[in-house]
């Protein structure tokens, strides 16, 4: 799975909008990039998954240019509960002949404050 | 809750101690996967089953540790001889072989402090 690197922690107050850029120089051309919550206490959780432009879903919208070598997390309006650590993870979602084990980094921080 | 279940939850055992956990995966989940997680780090593999069958084991997984899945439903990790340096989380995974594989959907999982 290619290297990530993303910022180790981020500020933020409720209701602005926190956008958390992930690099990611040695994607590969079958490369997703996916995107993790995790809450203290808990195991992640799967937020959101793209390959190239944009994707937006309940949670999350997801940013990725052209090259693909940096893709961003924006959460809009954050609220207290949104503070967790979030993963940016790279790698091919179809793998045949076996599993695909998740290669996490140290993920960002975010803490949301009133 | 994303129907992955862990227990127990929290272990306190002495150094030298064996100690078991449980994990049991979404019924039609047929991918379970065991990850150790310590403090201000991410998820670290561990382990992979595709039913029953163990395919892949991280060089993190020392031979005091083992795991099984029988009948390829639920899945246990053992550690003998516990050490202080196994203190962490243990989380499991499961996932669909037929859908996204870097889908996952993880336990609460179990902490495990030696003392």
């Known amino acids: 799975l290619a290297k990530t690197t993303q910022p180790i922690s981020m500020d933020s107050y409720e209701g602005q909008e926190v956008n958390i850029t992930c690099s990611h120089n040695n994607i590969a051309t079958n490369d997703y990039i996916t995107w993790y919550q995790q809450f203290p206490s808990q195991g992640p959780r799967f937020i959101i998954q793209?390959?190239?432009t944009k994707v937006t879903n309940e949670v999350a919208s997801l940013f990725i240019p052209a090259d693909r070598k940096s893709s961003t997390l924006s959460l809009p309006r954050v609220s207290l509960s949104d503070t967790a650590v979030y993963y940016c993870?790279?790698?091919?979602?179809?793998?045949?002949?076996?599993?695909?084990?998740?290669?996490f980094g140290t993920g960002t921080q975010l803490k949301v404050e009133l | 809750d994303t129907g992955v279940s862990q227990d127990p939850r929290h272990k306190i055992t002495k150094r030298g101690q064996n100690v078991t956990f449980r994990c049991d995966p979404i019924s039609e989940h047929n991918r379970l996967y065991w990850y150790r997680q310590t403090l201000g780090q991410g998820p670290e593999f561990l382990t992979y089953?595709?039913?029953?069958?163990?395919?892949?084991k991280s060089r993190l997984l020392s031979d005091r540790f083992s795991a099984e899945r029988p009948k390829g439903s639920f899945s246990t990790l053992e550690i003998q001889r516990t050490e202080q340096g196994d203190s962490a989380m243990y989380l499991c995974?499961?996932?669909?072989?037929?859908?996204?594989?870097?889908?996952?959907?993880f336990g609460p999982g179990t902490r495990l402090t030696v003392t």
């Open positions: 995974a499961s996932s669909d072989s037929g859908q996204n594989s870097l889908e996952q959907y």
């Open positions: 993870l790279v790698g091919d979602k179809v793998v045949t002949g076996g599993g695909n084990k998740l290669t």
């Open positions: 793209g390959y190239k």
């Open positions: 089953f595709q039913n029953e069958a163990q395919l892949e």
